[in-house]
């Protein structure tokens, strides 16, 4: 008998059914020939949240959650962040190579050609209350780009489809920013093309009257940093989300609105919008302990803390942390960091967390950097969006072209009432 093989004793009729084990995984399919009789469906599994499920195979990003290893079609996260700029490492993700200097200036370019929006959109963010979340309206301005390209749903043609991709990487920092300046009641600045990437969202955030912005260097490339550690992570809730609305074909619009909608949540990428409200809740170091022992009797989560898969440390929190005293630097030490260090120390002694194997995740420190650069509390999960749309557009494109993909249609195990009657 094969070795790689899974034998399996159904003990409700004794049979026994051997099933391939490839790359430590057994086909769910496989378990659809064990049967008790002629007429039943079949063996199914049951993971509710995917808790042990893989949904598809990637190239792009691997993790271990065990390690706390984090890599970008290969290469280490903490070596990315040090030596590559954002567009970079979109290159790589969306190509699996990272450009040479001559790819590079070309993508540059190809990103800087597509800044510009329609000026309908400006309009339609204009609709909004002057109040409105930014994550909602970038959500509902996403979704409104597939009305502007009606070859967007066109997914099966490479160049088309790359087009829509790069349109949608050059839009996200002007639809970021518009919705900033909407909500601050500001006038729109345009995209300086002459900027980097993040110089020129910086550009369009906080532009005033001066002709031209001038860009802090460390701020820049903070932000830089910090997109490339948000770029992308493997089957999230929002990637996840990205490949399975895009699983029915839709254009790639639609699908990142879905996947915005799915990132908003506090549990995700509005945990680091949560955390900030969280440490400003808690005031002073003395109401620590209260807020913990709230934690522990299941009344509340400590905000920025725990993840799906690090149960060690996440990388990129580590990378965060060491990069705020940069920031800091420049902006003034953010009051609610002391707070921060004093309860994650707290946490990280206490056995709840311990024994549970909750750390601080990307999210931790993440606001308290936007916030010292300037940026509203509202607007961070919008940041965290900008960042991830490059790995959702990879991780959709690799859907797309992956034969083994069909739209996505999870089966259910159905509880509700047997047959039945009206009188
Ligand atoms: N505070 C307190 N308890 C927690 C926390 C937390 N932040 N996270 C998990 N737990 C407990 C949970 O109550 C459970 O305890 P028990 O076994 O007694 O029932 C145990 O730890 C396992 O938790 P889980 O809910 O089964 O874990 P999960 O893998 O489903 O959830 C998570 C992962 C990230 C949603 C969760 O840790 C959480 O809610 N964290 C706070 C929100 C947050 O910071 N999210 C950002 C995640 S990282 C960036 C991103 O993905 O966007």
Not at 222 to 244: G, K, P, V, W, Y
Not at 329 to 352: C, K, M, S, W
Request: net charge negative.
């Amino acid at each position: 008998m094969p070795s790689d093989t899974l034998t399996i004793t159904d003990n409700r009729n004794g049979k026994s059914y051997e099933v391939p084990i490839e790359d430590g995984t057994i086909r769910a399919m496989d378990l659809r020939q064990i049967k008790i009789s002629d007429d039943d469906f079949g063996l199914m599994s049951y993971d509710p949240a995917f808790l042990n499920t893989a949904s598809c195979r990637s190239k792009i990003t691997f993790i271990d959650g065990e390690k706390g290893i984090l890599r970008y079609r290969g290469y280490p996260i903490e070596e990315l962040a040090e030596k590559t700029t954002f567009l970079e490492v979109a290159f790589l993700l969306l190509n699996g190579e990272l450009p040479t200097e001559e790819e590079h200036e070309k993508w540059r370019q190809e990103i800087v050609v597509h800044t510009m929006v329609h000026e309908n959109i400006k309009h339609f963010m204009d609709e909004f209350h002057h109040d409105a979340h930014p994550m909602g309206i970038l959500l509902s301005t996403v979704g409104a780009l597939s009305t502007f390209y009606p070859n967007a749903p066109n997914v099966s043609d490479p160049v088309n489809r790359r087009l829509q991709m790069v349109r949608l990487i050059a839009k996200m920092p002007t639809l970021a920013a518009f919705a900033y300046r909407h909500r601050m009641g500001m006038p729109y600045s345009y995209p300086d093309n002459n900027l980097s990437y993040t110089g020129n969202l910086l550009s369009m955030m906080f532009k005033m009257a001066e002709p031209k912005y001038e860009v802090n260097p460390v701020l820049e490339k903070a932000l830089n940093l910090l997109f490339i550690l948000h770029a992308d992570h493997e089957q999230n809730c929002s990637t996840s989300a990205m490949r399975s609305v895009g699983s029915s074909r839709t254009d790639p619009y639609s699908a990142a609105a879905a996947a915005i909608g799915a990132l908003y949540g506090p549990l995700h990428g509005g945990a680091n919008e949560a955390v900030l409200r969280m440490l400003r809740n808690i005031g002073s170091p003395d109401r620590i302990p209260h807020l913990i022992e709230r934690v522990k009797a299941g009344e509340a989560r400590l905000m920025g803390f725990g993840h799906r898969v690090y149960k060690n440390y996440d990388p990129r929190a580590r990378i965060i942390k060491e990069m705020a005293n940069k920031v800091f630097e420049v902006t003034g030490r953010n009051p609610l960091l002391d707070l921060a260090l004093e309860l994650e120390a707290i946490a990280l002694e206490d056995e709840y967390f311990v024994e549970r194997k909750l750390y601080p995740n990307v999210d931790f420190y993440s606001g308290l950097i936007y916030q010292s650069m300037g940026f509203p509390v509202d607007m961070f999960p919008v940041l965290f969006a900008l960042g991830r749309t490059v790995g959702w557009l990879a991780q959709w494109e690799e859907m797309v072209l992956d034969s083994e993909q069909k739209i996505a249609r999870p089966r259910q195990i159905y509880t509700g009432h047997d047959l039945r009657h009206l009188e």
